[in-house]
């Protein structure tokens, strides 16, 4: 038996050994973005590295699958390349009438297997067990691969099995693989488990080995192909959806600092959703954080719903007698709390204010001009509430350089919460059909929360 370094084995370059790292650390993940990081290489090693890991554990025999949309795609992205790749003392690549086609490594190396399979009918693999799932070009498979296949996952006396896949952001998967991974955005049932998937993004940059002739096949794409193959771009391929540039680079995890002041963007509703953004502008950044997007609420619930996120954030509780107090008395409760008071409120005695739960409330309200209501509800939670007239496509050119500008600068941050603000960017706020420019205003529908944060933008970010 050869002494084995995997190191030496697999060449791994420094971004691959980053998606090891990732993979080893979380249950689901996800691998690429472009073409050209090495994800398919990747993919097939990452395998052989856990089997043998397993084997010195003294789990023996034991099985992984690789999987691809169809047969064609596995012979040309994976079966060739192991056979050429993969040396002979390490193991055989061979078809079993018990196992199919898999490369077996040798009995002195745990006699694991990587199954080779096609996703052609995910549903007859119910009953089967891995003890690691592989998936290349994710996207090329719809939802419920994902869910059928992740029932496959298990082995016995396994207690960490992995779910890897690697894909460019192109394809009929592309929307639920961009919630799962990119997004965080998952499923009810899936809920309370997002610290499970990892993204780790790659870019041609990442591998020494490309030429400069496929450097010139990404450059010379197809605009909407360049920016899905060579930039990564999650959300390139919705044909007509207004802000094209909104990226990853625009989605973040970070809240709110408490000590900063916060402002809502809004635009009103009753039958169509009531939109409500919670704003936060910090040096040369906003950050959208949190998100209410309702029907059927009246302007009163509404305020009463942003005086308790705030009242929530500031991790204070507000006093039983007053739950079914109006919103003006809840908001000059809630002042009273507050460490940097608009107007000051005398009611702590000096020295104490640093023991007062920190409630900071919206230092203004900027939306829709027709929301008389809804105004006089926001004022009187002592909220002032503000709009300034303008076109809707130059309110849309102020969004569009926040969202990435003349010089790549991403100002606008979006947390991964706000999903319903998230779907319209990405997908549901469009042109009509057969609009030629930017020039003209967009489709009415699925843009209540676009339209609140360009009232904000219009009036509060624009240069």
């Known amino acids: 038996m050869r002494s084995l370094k995997f190191s030496e084995l697999c060449g791994f370059f420094d971004k691959q050994w980053q998606a090891t790292a990732i993979a080893d650390a979380h249950r689901y993940s996800l691998y690429g973005g472009t073409r050209g990081p090495g994800k398919s290489y990747w993919l097939r090693w990452y395998p052989v590295r856990r089997l043998l890991q397993w084997a010195a554990q003294g789990h023996r025999n034991v099985r992984v699958g690789l999987f691809c949309e169809d047969y064609p795609a596995l012979t040309e992205r994976q079966i060739n390349k192991i056979a050429t790749e993969f040396p002979r003392w390490l193991g055989e690549l061979k078809e079993t009438r018990n196992d199919g086609l898999c490369f077996f490594l040798q009995p002195c190396y745990g006699g694991g297997k990587i199954a080779l399979r096609n996703l052609d009918d995910p549903s007859k693999y119910q009953s089967a067990e891995f003890a690691g799932i592989a998936i290349d070009e994710l996207t090329k498979n719809r939802e419920r691969v994902f869910d059928e296949l992740r029932g496959s996952l298990r082995w016995p006396g396994i207690g960490d099995p992995f779910w890897i896949a690697a894909s460019n952001p192109n394809g009929v998967g592309q929307k639920w693989v961009r919630e799962y991974f990119i997004e965080k955005q998952l499923p009810t049932n899936l809920k309370g488990k997002e610290d499970q998937f990892a993204f780790m993004p790659g870019s041609p940059r990442d591998n020494p080995h490309l030429d400069a002739s496929y450097w010139d096949m990404l450059d010379t794409l197809p605009d909407k192909l360049r920016q899905a193959w060579r930039d990564g771009n999650w959300y390139v391929t919705f ?44 040096g040369t950044r906003i950050l959208v954080f949190d998100e209410l997007y309702h029907t059927h609420h009246l302007g009163e619930t509404c305020v009463r719903e942003v005086l308790d996120k705030c009242i929530a954030r500031a991790g204070a509780e507000l006093p039983e007698e007053l739950k079914q107090a109006s919103n003006g008395q809840v908001a000059r409760w809630c002042r009273e709390h507050d460490p940097h008071p608009a107007s000051p409120v005398a009611t702590t005695a000096p020295g104490e204010e640093n023991n007062r739960p920190r409630v900071r409330l919206p230092e203004i309200a900027v939306g829709s001009p027709e929301a008389k209501e809804l105004q006089q509800q926001f004022r009187q939670a002592d909220i002032p509430y503000r709009f300034i007239p303008h076109l809707v496509v130059e309110g849309i050119k102020v969004v569009r350089k926040l969202i990435c500008d003349g010089q790549g600068v991403r100002t606008l941050k979006v947390n991964r919460r706000c999903r319903n603000f998230l779907w319209e960017l990405t997908e549901g706020y469009q042109y009509p059909p057969g609009t030629k420019g930017d020039s003209e205003k967009p489709q009415d529908g699925n843009d209540h929360a676009n339209d609140g944060f360009r009232y904000w933008a219009w009036g509060r970010a624009r240069k």
């Open 239 to 282: 044909e007509g959806i207004v802000y094209p540039e909104f990226g990853a680079e625009n989605l973040t995890d970070d809240e709110p600092d408490p000590n900063v002041p916060i402002e809502l963007a809004v635009d009103d509703g009753y039958i169509d959703p009531r939109a409500i953004l919670f704003i936060q502008r910090s």
